[in-house]
């Protein structure tokens, strides 16, 4: 990405010694260079100069963990239309920028999601029916699996930033491993302040964090260009000290390429580094919205042809690694595994509804005792 420079208007208030209509000569902003990744295009050619040379095997299984986010993520929209799952954050179009994310961590690493991250957390070893548990309002879906170096994820967007810069300064200040945390959050969520401590704080202590924002251009109706003067958010990064990097998040060999670059630098001791992973949002931000209201079908076609799946499918046809008969068998085994999880969660899905009084006061106060006992009675349980 080349230097960008912005011209700030005239000050307001200024005093003009010769005119009060002349304006202040405007001033001039340097933002300086930013790399901006990009390995595999939309017709799945691929830049050999930066391809990160994954083998065959390790392809076609970011490849299937892409095809099973999206299944997955199909499966629960269905699900929630028919009544069977609670509110959830589609991860629709962001896949490579999901598993991409992830690819590089060990399992003695950290991972801070936020909410629309379940592609990443099956990767990290979330068993997909606990995930149906957590979205349909189970707390036991929350608790990260034993082995599991996650925490739940956060949905009081940026409150999660924080988090993983402690635990990457627990990590530095124990001096026992090398081991690092990839936290993601938003274009929206990095205009909230504690994104902006976080960073800083982070890069001043050199925790061995890597930040990766999702931009993917809408914070629910709000259009980036109405929440941040800068839109190429990578370039926040060099203003805190933060190494930085933009990359095509729909291109999964650019995240792997980029995440392993910003790992590598966190865990060799350097500190923080800052992904802006450039992506859509092809569906709803959740199923309780309907963003024909305020995006255009138009913009929304424009992204289709971007599409992560279909552009490493070409790679991976043309590398001879896949044919329409495999691309169709590998579809099916993904649908059978959401199906399979689909019915564990619903033998483990009892809904327990007296818990709604059990988790708030260690000893109810009378008048809910009451309330429980009648609510109880209302449904027959007492
Ligand atoms: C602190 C806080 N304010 C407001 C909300 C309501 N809210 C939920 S998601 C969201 C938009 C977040 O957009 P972005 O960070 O771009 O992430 P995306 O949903 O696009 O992945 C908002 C405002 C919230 N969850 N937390
Ligand atoms: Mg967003």
């Known amino acids: ?3 960008q420079t912005i011209q700030t208007s005239a000050v307001r208030g200024t005093p003009d010694p010769t005119s009060s209509s002349r304006a202040v000569p405007p001033a001039r902003i340097d933002l300086g260079e930013i790399d901006d990744l990009r390995v595999l295009d939309e017709n799945g050619e691929v830049n050999e100069a930066l391809d990160p040379g994954l083998p065959d095997d390790e392809l076609l299984r970011v490849y299937r963990a892409m095809v099973l986010t999206r299944k ?3 499966r629960m929209l269905n699900m929630q239309r028919q009544g069977e799952m609670g509110t959830f954050a589609p991860g629709f179009g962001q896949e490579a920028t999901q598993i991409g994310q992830v690819y590089p961590l060990a399992q003695r690493d950290w991972y801070s999601p936020s909410y629309r991250s379940f592609g990443a957390q099956i990767w990290r070893g979330w068993p997909m029916d606990q995930l149906f548990l957590l979205w349909d309002g189970f707390f036991e879906g929350f608790a990260p699996p034993p082995d599991v ?6 949905i009081v967007i940026g409150s999660h930033v924080p988090l993983a810069v402690g635990i990457a300064m627990g990590i530095r200040k124990k001096g026992v491993e090398d081991a690092v945390v990839v936290c993601n959050f938003g274009d ?3 205009s909230q302040g504690i994104v902006s401590e976080s960073m800083n704080f982070a890069a001043v202590f050199k925790a061995p964090c890597v930040f990766v924002v999702e931009n993917n251009g809408w ?9 941040s003067g800068v839109t190429e958010l990578a370039r926040r990064g060099p203003a805190f000290g933060v190494p930085s990097v933009r990359v095509d998040g729909n291109d999964i060999l650019g995240m ?3 995440s392993t670059r910003a790992v590598e630098h966190a865990r060799a001791g350097h500190g923080p580094y800052l992904i802006e992973a450039v992506t859509y949002r092809m569906g709803v931000h959740t199923t309780a919205d309907d963003p024909k209201v305020y995006r255009s079908d138009d913009e929304v076609r424009a992204w289709e042809g971007k599409c992560p799946i279909r552009r490493m499918e070409r790679h991976l046809t043309e590398r001879g690694l896949l044919d329409a008969e495999t691309i169709e068998t590998i579809g099916t085994a993904c649908e059978q595994e959401v199906l399979a999880a689909r019915e564990s969660f619903r033998k483990r899905a009892i809904a327990r509804p007296e ?7 260690e000893e109810l106060p009378p008048e809910l005792a009451a309330q429980r006992d009648e609510y109880l009675r209302r449904l027959g349980r007492a």
């Open 1 to 3: 990405m080349p230097s």
């Open 72 to 74: 997955f993520d199909i």
């Open 149 to 154: 170096n996650d925490l739940p994820f956060s």
């Open 188 to 190: 929206g969520a990095s």
């Open 219 to 227: 914070a629910i109706s709000t259009k980036l260009e109405q929440q």
């Open 256 to 258: 792997i390429a980029a």
């Open 355 to 361: 818990e709604i009084f059990d988790f708030v006061y």
